[in-house]
């Protein structure tokens, strides 16, 4: 059977959050609000105050199974009938999951494009150390995702290129998942909309990304930035949750498994985990460099070295991610055209620092 899913309504552009307010009335009259410190204050001038009646939450800064339940609590106490999560991937999977508690719909507010967390109905666990500890699969994607590109663009250029290393792996994980006649989030076959909605990911990473970082660097958003946008927001949402992922995502269980990568951003160990897929899946040296030279160039990393805060023996640590990904994420190496090992994940690993 093929399943395919996403939000009901998705919205981008510029001053986008002026429309927040009248698509909030669709949803519920008693908001929760689930924001950090600078993004609450940015949405209160977008917002009826009467319409969240008071219930503005501070997001805690990780998602875990305390905070959702910290989250639910002043949900059900204000008796909030729909939930708006706004700020960065953590943030928008507390929500998801509080409104999943609540059995209310959700609406998500990214500010920044690091991931593409907002469109999914999953919710990714991690503990206090950021280390990941499962998904949590919801009900229900979110009814609204609302992306203003104004704020997108004022948000530090590393999270923009983050969620270019996130996007960017989507039609080889698609492609792998397919292939191994995987399983897609919703627990079906993959539709063939699923892996066109990656390649077209792909192809307007490659022709906008570059270009959409000079918009950034400008301040000011452009055909190239909205579309590279909507492919890491969207496009790449989509095309996860309905096509499977595979050994690039596999990886972050094991990066965030080690203290000196654990704080790199998830779409920076995603690009990492895809040159080590792609190694994996023996592709030729000039696809391979022609792929690395262009991460290379708008800044995504490409080897663990790039990713840690201090120096690293790379064949030690490479030993602990590959094991703990071999333990953690079989669900997702199952979705490669061959079994891996520990030995397989190590070596594959570690080469990356060579090229």
């Known amino acids: 059977m093929r399943i395919y899913g996403g939000p009901r309504r998705y919205i981008q552009g510029p001053d986008a959050l002026q429309q927040l307010e009248v698509e909030l009335r669709r949803f519920g009259s008693n908001a929760l609000l689930l924001a950090d410190e600078v993004v609450e204050e940015r949405l209160a001038l977008a917002v009826d105050t009467r319409l969240v009646a008071g219930a503005c939450v501070r997001f805690g800064g990780e998602c875990t199974e305390e905070e959702i339940a910290r989250v639910a609590q002043v949900g059900t106490d204000r008796r909030c009938d729909v939930v708006v999560g706004a ?6 999977d507390v929500a998801k999951a509080v409104a999943h508690e609540l059995g209310t719909e959700v609406v998500i507010v990214p500010t920044i494009a690091s991931n593409d967390a907002a469109t999914s109905r999953l919710s990714v666990l991690y503990d206090k150390t950021h280390r990941v500890r499962g998904v949590r699969r919801l009900d229900l994607n979110p009814a609204l995702v609302l992306v203003d590109t104004k704020v997108i663009i004022a948000a530090p250029r590393r999270f923009f290129v983050a969620g270019i290393g996130d996007a960017l792996s989507k039609v080889f994980e698609s492609d ?8 897609s989030f919703f627990d079906a076959e ?6 066109a909605l990656a390649d077209a990911c792909y192809r307007t990473l490659r022709s906008s990304a570059a270009r959409a970082l000079d918009a950034l660097a400008r301040g000011t958003p452009d055909q190239a930035f909205e579309d590279t946008t909507e492919a890491a927001v969207l496009l790449s949402g989509l095309a996860f949750e309905n096509g499977g992922l595979s050994v690039a995502h596999a990886l ?11 704080t790199s951003l998830h ?3 995603v690009s990492v985990g895809l040159v080590v897929q792609l190694i994996l899946a023996d592709t030729s040296a000039s696809d391979l460099g022609e792929l690395i030279a262009f991460m290379r160039s708008i800044g995504l990393p490409t080897s663990m070295r790039d990713l840690a805060i201090e120096p690293i023996d790379e064949s030690e640590i490479a030993k602990t991610v590959a094991a703990v990904t071999l333990s953690s994420a079989q669900h997702l190496l199952r979705h490669f055209h061959r079994p891996l090992s520990e030995t397989n994940l190590r070596q594959a690993i570690v080469e990356c620092a060579r090229l």
């Open 176 to 183: 792998a998942c397919r292939t191994a006649r995987g399983r």
């Open 267 to 269: 779409g920076e160990q």
């Open 190 to 195: 993959p539709p063939l909309a699923a892996q």
């Open 87 to 92: 700020g960065g991937g953590k943030a928008l």
């Open 252 to 262: 972050t269980r094991g990066f965030t498994a080690v203290p000196q990568l654990a």
